[in-house]
């Protein structure tokens, strides 16, 4: 994603940018017919390999985020019906790009996902209005049986909002405002894998630290652990994850 810091050219600066705003057409988009030549070329290269194309987007509140930038956040409270519009937008453009992306691959798909970092910056008041009905429109166009979230920003409030609304699976990623017995206790029921932290515990732990954490999560009683790695990720720590997820898996 682009840094919020400054306007790089993509950003709606005014609340009638949004107003002119219309859903993107992936078939006229040349990134994406850029993808779909890639897509081809990997195909041709590695026959019999797994290659999927992806939509290449994220979810409904962080593109409105990235083109609106701060400006959507104080809009879903000073200006809400330019807020919805945006979300309107951004969720037609998001169903569209995955059935576009799904045609070229020849896939009838039967479970939606859902990447929408940024719907935690908005507090649960907000979520009924500007977050779940756009998950829920999302899921019933793409997610006939079911779909997943990676969030990272979520706490605790927002977890019992997610309730009975087919999710299928949850990703916190490198959300540090939860604890795994939160998701137990508040969004029972539903699979979800836990991150060792990619700086804080990847990057400047230690091997023991990394393998004192690990066994902390599997006791909670998760039962996928992962991690992402950064540039200068000490190798003995990667070693320590792997040892101690073979050791675990018997």
């Known amino acids: 994603h682009q840094p919020m810091i400054a306007n790089q050219g993509h950003v709606l600066e005014t609340p009638e940018a949004v107003d002119r705003l ?7 988009s040349p990134r994406f017919q850029r993808h779909v030549e890639w897509y081809r070329q990997l195909r041709e290269r590695f026959p019999g390999e797994r290659i999927g194309l992806s939509a290449g987007q994220e979810g409904p509140v962080t ?14 409270l000073a200006d809400p019906a330019r807020a919805r519009r945006l979300l309107d937008v951004c969720t037609e453009t998001f169903i569209a790009w995955t059935r576009a992306a799904d045609e070229v691959e020849g896939v009838a ?15 649960p008041r907000l979520w009924p209005e500007f977050v779940l009905p756009y998950y829920q429109r999302i899921a019933e166009a793409l997610g006939p049986d079911g779909w997943s979230l990676h969030t990272e920003l979520v706490r605790r409030e927002h977890l019992p909002l997610l309730r009975g609304l087919g999710l299928t699976s949850i990703n916190f990623s490198e959300d540090q405002y939860l604890q ?41 009683g998760v039962t996928e652990v992962r991690c992402e790695l950064t540039v200068d990720t000490p190798p003995e ?3 320590a994850f792997l040892q101690v997820a073979a050791e675990l898996a018997g």
């Not at 219309?22 to 006229?28: K, Q």
């Open 22 to 28: 219309a859903p993107a057409d992936p078939w006229a």
């Open 63 to 76: 593109t409105a985020g990235l083109l609106r930038g701060p400006a959507f956040f104080a809009d879903c």
């Open 109 to 123: 798909r039967r479970r939606a996902g859902i990447a929408d970092d940024y719907a935690g910056l908005l507090g």
């Open 180 to 220: 795994p017995r939160d998701v137990f206790e508040l969004l029972p029921g539903v699979p979800f894998a836990w991150h060792i932290l990619t700086v804080g515990e990847m990057q400047q732990g230690t091997p023991e630290s990394v393998r004192r954490r690990f066994m902390e999560i599997v006791a909670a």
């Open 237 to 239: 720590n990667v070693r």
